[in-house]
């Protein structure tokens, strides 16, 4: 099996449920739960896998903190190698309060602090080197990194023959497409959410979407479209939908997203073509939405694919 390096976004998530509402100035409301989890598209992703079986090394910032500590212990229990996780001085670790509906819809509040000033020099070459699979989670959240290092890692990447794959994340800061541009020429799969896809391309048709990210230089494209699963398209004008699976009661979307990713990531590190590798995807994210937390629910790729067989997408 194929070894994946995952690189970018990490947070240490405080998650709070329900909240339906922010209370008024001055005033207290009590919620049933609040947890703290390890978060972030890599780190996600990153523990996913490892749960998945996997082999998957961690290549992040955090700060010289007890939230850093907190992520390095938390993510390495679930067997990911985090001898990639650089720790700073100067910064504080990523850290994001996530609030809950009661239908399990999320709002965040983010500090940007490590994953922001994470950039390609934190990452050591010969992680580069070892793996196989190059996937960077949380791009358009990586304020020193989206853009030309990023575009430098994925160059390097591809000089080694290794297989590329990017992700995004809500751009806080409205700038979009200008902040992964260089990469795109040099990604062989790109899975942006729909969101984040139309944001980016200025179209909210997943076909025309794809057309899009192929005309700027992506070889595949597969776009996460939420409850009805995905859209892939292999090459310009050829393009699949495979719905997600019918019958699982949303408690919590955390993570569904980087789920996907973990799934497809999956997928390409046993060599599936990419229908395969995406439907698994939104098996694994049908594993996720069922307890609240990121990665709380993910099992073994034998029983995911025990899944596979007893359950019918769409």
Not at 194 to 222: R, Y
Request: contains cysteine; hydrophobic residues 40%.
């Amino acid at each position: 099996m194929k070894k994946i390096l995952c690189i970018g976004s990490i947070t240490v998530d405080i998650m709070i449920r329900p909240v339906n509402e922010l209370p008024a100035p001055g005033t207290l409301v009590a919620v049933d739960s609040l947890s703290t989890h390890v978060g972030g598209c890599a780190s996600n992703a990153a523990a996913d896998l490892a749960k998945l079986g996997v082999p998957v090394v961690m290549s992040a910032l955090v700060g010289d903190d007890m939230m850093g500590d907190f992520f390095k212990k938390t993510i390495s229990s679930y067997g990911v190698d985090i001898k990639g996780v650089m720790t700073s001085k100067t910064v504080g670790t990523t850290v994001s309060t996530v609030l809950i509906s009661e239908d399990g819809e999320r709002s965040f509040l983010y500090n940007p602090a490590s994953a922001a000033a994470f950039t390609d020099t934190d990452i050591p070459d010969e992680l580069i080197q070892e793996c196989d699979i190059i996937f960077i989670g949380g791009a358009l959240l990586l304020t020193a990194f989206d853009g030309a290092p990023a575009a430098r890692v994925m160059k390097r990447a591809r000089e080694l023959g290794k297989i590329t794959v990017m992700d995004t994340a809500w751009d806080f800061a409205d700038i979009w497409l200008p902040k992964i541009r260089e990469t795109l020429p040099y990604l062989d799969y790109f899975i942006p959410s729909i969101e984040e896809a139309a944001k980016l391309t200025g179209e909210e048709d997943p076909e025309k979407i794809a057309d899009k990210l192929h005309d700027l230089g992506s070889t595949h494209i597969a776009v996460k479209v939420g409850k009805r699963g995905a859209m892939i398209s292999p090459v310009k004008g050829e393009y699949k939908y495979l719905p997600t699976y019918s019958g699982i009661k949303r408690v919590d979307t955390t993570g569904a997203g980087d789920s996907f990713c973990a799934g497809f990531l999956t997928g390409l590190a046993n060599d599936w073509d990419m229908e395969r590798s995406a439907q698994f995807g939104n098996a694994v994210a049908s594993h996720c939405i069922q307890p609240i937390g990121a990665t709380t629910a993910i099992p073994p790729m034998a029983d995911v694919l025990k899944f596979m067989e007893t359950h019918i997408p769409g």
